[in-house]
């Protein structure tokens, strides 16, 4: 709970984490206690205090009482980055893209690793590029993850041909890569071009 002194309560934090984390999505209370394991008292206050201070809006649907990320937030964007900086979305992230078809290999960079760069994301295998796009746009919709995918042969194409993208990308020290299926690869055609 690295952000619990800042924002007072950990019921809070995990509160705005959900609506952060998923700023398209509407709960009602009793599914967000179940989701957090927290008692719905405390739930319900700062439900209050989110919406007091306009982070959350309101509607009534089905005669349930659901909340929402109110999207003209001034401090949406910054509060967004935090949570994501903190959270650590990759593990979903990796489950779902290994979900997308066969990766051979994926690169995490940028925001992801707390630095600037071209791209947050490299995936390099057969995936479905549109339903990657999908899940990015709907899960982390706040943070704008800029990625890109290229098939296998294009990746080894561009190591030959020493493609400073993709060089640039492999050597920063600033840069998580959880599936390496091309390491020998790699090392074979990065030491041969030095």
């Not at 989701?35 to 700062?46: A, G, P």
């Not at 309101?58 to 964007?77: E, G, H, P, V």
């Amino acid at each position: 709970m690295l952000l619990k002194p800042f924002f007072g309560s950990r019921t809070r934090v995990k509160l705005m984490g959900l609506f952060l984390l998923h700023p398209k999505n509407e709960f009602f209370i009793r599914e967000i206690t179940r989701k957090l394991s927290e008692q719905i008292n405390s739930v319900r206050r700062e439900l209050n205090n989110l919406k007091k201070v306009g982070l959350l809006k309101t509607r009534s649907k089905n005669r349930k009482k659901y909340y929402y990320i109110n999207q003209n937030f001034a401090l949406l964007d910054e509060f967004a980055n935090i949570f994501t900086k903190v959270s650590n979305p990759q593990d979903d992230i990796i489950k779902a893209v290994s979900g997308f078809g066969k990766v051979d290999f994926l690169l995490f960079s940028g925001q992801f690793v707390g630095a600037k760069g071209a791209v947050d994301m490299l995936v390099v295998g057969e995936i479905d590029k549109n339903e990657l796009k999908k899940y990015l746009e709907e899960e982390l919709s706040a943070s704008k993850v800029k990625f890109t995918v290229m098939s296998r042969a294009d990746f080894l194409y561009r190591l030959d041909c020493k493609d400073k993208f993709v060089l640039d990308l492999i050597n920063s020290e600033e840069k998580n890569i959880p599936i390496n299926n091309l390491k020998k690869y790699i090392e074979v055609r990065v030491k041969a071009r030095k």
